[in-house]
């Protein structure tokens, strides 16, 4: 009888990482977060227990994004979430309502000038928070004492900006849909009434003012596309493209188009990539015209005709 030994170096399993990223969404603030090192694989618009300076929280899970090393996040996964949990986040819920119905007239007892939003309980019953808003800074402490006498519980008061306060409750835009920051939104960007120029809108602040008072959102979604103004030629401007002759009369940033008018009158539309490879010589630079039909002079004559004599709020 024979016997063969393999003497060949057997390879070693590498063991396949799993650790998983998900992002996810804060059913209190309806705020946005990562979270790494999950050792289970989640579907979209499941709900986990992690661990946060709050407390333990019940979170929803949006999707798996791709795993960042360097994204340290200070949450802990606990576990999946289970039907106990679900009922405990309910029935703290209900305290929570009753809580800030307390809150709103103990806050009216002592004549604090605060908006209150929200209370929120987390699973552990660590502590409970209200959320409010307020133009200035708000002595709380007798409220504080009076809350710790009846509710039995540690209490935590934290102020939130008024985007924050809307993306809390949620909204309806003039547009007829929720209003972006509790849609969507993960970072509020700055938003300027320089926008509103740099777009072509009416000068008139009031009018893309949203429900928190301030300038809308959705104004910054576009604003990278206007970035390209500073390579275009001006409108008004008198330009030499190929040895000929044409005048500037608009940038049409919806078609990302430039409208340009040769001698005889006649309209070239030219695309925004198109024209930024042309070799073009600025011959007369834009002036203040009076009776063109340019879109800037049609809208400063519109807004002299119906407001003369208001004055736009500024943000």
Known sequence: M???IDLRKKKKKQKRDTRKSYRIRFLDTNKFDDINNIPLILNRKSYIVIETEKGEELVKVLGEIPYDPNNNTNHKFLRKASKKDFQTFKMNEKEAEKALKLCK??????GLKMNLLKAYIPLNRSKILFYYVSESRVDFRELVKELAKKLKIRIEMRQVGVRDGV???????????TCCCNGFIDKFETVNIEMIEEQNLP???SKYTGVCGRLMCCLSFEQEIYSIRGELPPINSLIEIDGKRYSVRNQDFIRELVELADDAGNLIY???DEIKQKEISIVEESKNCENCKCPKNELDNFLKQNYENTNFPED
Do not use: M
């Open 105 to 110: 007239n103990l806050s009216e007892k002592y």
């Open 167 to 177: 993306q809390i409750l949620g909204a309806v835009g003039v547009c007829g849909n």
């Open 270 to 272: 030219i695309p925004f």
């Open 2 to 4: 024979v016997y063969y």
């Open 203 to 205: 000068p008139i602040p």
